[in-house]
């Protein structure tokens, strides 16, 4: 038996996997199990920001693993504490929990936001505001906050008390708030849903109708995050603050890590010991892991990297937009950017593969391109001859 055939006889058949098999990679290229390589302009969905064998960080990975990987959170240990400096640090937020996934840190955002909610009046009839066409994770928590009816149907009842507004539709928020919404979460660039950016004017005003009712914004920067709009988080570029903020992805480059940000004001209103815990949450391992990424970002100016290379990458993606009639536009920010088509993702995505580079959908119509933030202007040129060669 090959691995595919290994895999579809014992993996649980809850993906429809591309016919490849990966076995190793380096750089921005990744080598399948026949030794054909192939341009990654989809980094494990938005994960390896560093690209592949960057020495320095699987150096630190590799100490880490011989001094110890694991302590359970009964006990401070050395990578935790720097870890979460480095995060508050780069976030502006001042307090966090470190998770093992992205839905993890959702999970961990709703539940402190519902705990700040029955605070303040004791009552347990609080709602949560979430967007249309949001993607928040696959755990209830998270699964009920997502707004794709396709993803929950079958997976109902939810936690409850959900409301969904449309996205960048500011009266559309306002319509569904009252003095029993606890939180207002959404994605800043919405990812799986398409590659939608919040317009400023929605975003801003969010924020201010927050404000004016207490009620607590949390921002999902799962995908978007960690410097892939160019902004190390994309709030930054609109001048806002999120009260809670979730990051993950990016955030251990490969190592399964996520965590929750809060304000010195949520934090010291909302959990407290007992609440809220995890076993693995927050390791050594996976929390030196971030503190290797946030000291690559650092020494390598990766947000600087992003914002001087997205006008190529822009530039490179209007070409196939004005050159191919099934291109219908370009959208994105930074390095999270998306080739909206007139016809099935799935025929280009296979041809790209099969010239050599990997990219991925986010709605059957819609080309998503997530590369490590590594890459220069040679990759974008050859991703664009391939992406040119795939299109009809
Ligand atoms: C990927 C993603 C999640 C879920 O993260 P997992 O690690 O898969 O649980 C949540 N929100 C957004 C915006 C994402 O892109």
């Known amino acids: 038996m090959d691995h595919k055939e290994l895999g579809d006889s014992y993996l649980l058949h809850a993906y429809n996997r591309y016919p490849m098999v990966i076995d190793h990679a380096e750089g921005v290229y990744v080598y399948d199990t026949e030794g054909k390589k192939y ?3 989809a980094a494990g969905i938005a994960v390896y920001a560093l690209g592949y064998g960057n020495r320095e960080f699987n150096d630190a990975l590799k100490d880490q693993i011989d001094r110890i990987m694991h302590t359970s959170n009964l006990f401070y240990n050395v990578p ?12 502006g937020m001042d307090r966090v929990f470190f998770t093992n996934s992205g839905a993890e840190a959702i999970e961990g ?10 605070l303040k009046d004791h009552s347990t009839d609080h709602n949560i505001i979430a967007m249309e066409h949001s993607f928040h994770g696959r755990t209830m928590g998270a699964l009920s906050v997502t707004g794709n009816p396709h993803y ?8 409850g008390n959900i409301r969904f507004a449309r996205f960048n539709d500011l009266d559309s928020v306002k ?12 994605e800043t660039v919405q990812g799986e849903g398409g590659i939608y950016p919040a317009d400023e004017g929605f975003i801003k005003g969010v924020r201010k109708l927050c404000d004016d009712m207490g009620i607590l914004l949390i921002l999902d920067e799962i995908q978007c995050g960690m410097g892939r709009t160019g902004y190390m988080f994309a709030f930054e570029k609109y001048g806002i603050r999120p009260d809670i903020v ?8 490969g190592v399964p890590v996520g965590a929750f940000a809060v304000t010195k004001q949520v934090a010291d209103n909302s959990i407290v010991p007992g609440d809220h815990g995890t076993t693995y949450g927050g390791n050594p391992f996976a929390t030196r892991a971030v503190l290797a990424v946030l000291d690559q970002y650092e020494k390598k100016d990766i947000t600087g990297h992003v914002k001087k290379l997205t006008p190529c990458f822009e530039e490179a993606l209007s070409e196939l937009v004005s050159k191919h009639d099934v291109v219908k536009e370009r959208r994105g920010a930074g390095f999270m950017q998306a080739l909206e088509l007139e016809i099935p993702a799935a025929g280009v995505i296979d041809k790209a593969r099969e010239g050599g580079l990997l990219v991925i959908s986010a709605g059957a119509n819609i080309l998503r391109l997530v590369p490590p933030l590594v890459i220069d202007e040679d990759n974008i040129k050859e991703m664009k001859d391939i992406l040119d060669k795939s299109l009809p």
């Open 246 to 253: 979730t990051m993950a992805k990016a955030l251990g480059n």
């Open 152 to 159: 929950r149907e079958a997976f109902n009842p939810d936690i």
């Open 175 to 186: 319509a569904l708030a009252d003095e029993k919404t606890s939180a207002i979460i959404m």
């Open 39 to 41: 341009l990654d302009f």
């Open 109 to 118: 955002a709703i539940k402190t936001a519902r705990k700040y909610a029955f």
């Open 80 to 91: 935790a504490c720097e870890a979460a400096r480095a995060v508050c640090e780069v976030s």
